[in-house]
Nanobody, 124 residues
Framework: QEQLVESGGGLVQPGGSLRLSCVGTGFRMDLYTIGWFRQAPGKKREGVSG????????YYADSVQGRFTISRDYNKGIVFLQMNSLKSEDTGVYYCAAGRRVYGVLDLDEYTSWGQGTQVTVSS
């Protein structure tokens, strides 16, 4: 049974940084594509970034390209999301998800396991 636990969220001022962590247990993380998604109040959950299990390719939503970086340490079963130059519109609950056969890395319907989420608030 795959389990995912996110951490690292918090309150940060605009322009600040946070690093989110996604710890996976109960499965081999290197065999799964891992995605990060977020959901702002009153909005649909959207794809932010992902890292492919096949070749380690990384994907980013246009809104975070150049500011966010996804990386992995499969030896420790962790995927990170480094978030820099944060903006108020980055506020939301951030979720990590895992999927075995994922073709649309930023498509939430392709993922089968989800964490509980961690809150990120960007505000002065």
């Amino acid at each position: 049974q795959e389990q995912l636990v996110e951490s690292g969220g918090g309150l940060v001022q605009p322009g600040g940084s946070l690093r989110l962590s996604c710890v996976g247990t109960g499965f081999r993380m290197d065999l799964y594509t891992i995605g990060w998604f977020r959901q702002a109040p009153g909005k649909k959950r959207e794809g932010v970034s992902g890292i492919s299990a096949i070749d380690g390719s990384t994907y980013y939503a246009d809104s975070v390209q150049g500011r966010f970086t996804i990386s992995r340490d499969y030896n420790k079963g962790i995927v990170f999301l480094q978030m820099n130059s944060l903006k108020s519109e980055d506020t939301g609950v951030y979720y990590c998800a895992a999927g075995r056969r994922v073709y649309g890395v930023l498509d939430l319907d392709e993922y089968t396991s989800w964490g509980q989420g961690t809150q990120v608030t960007v505000s002065s």
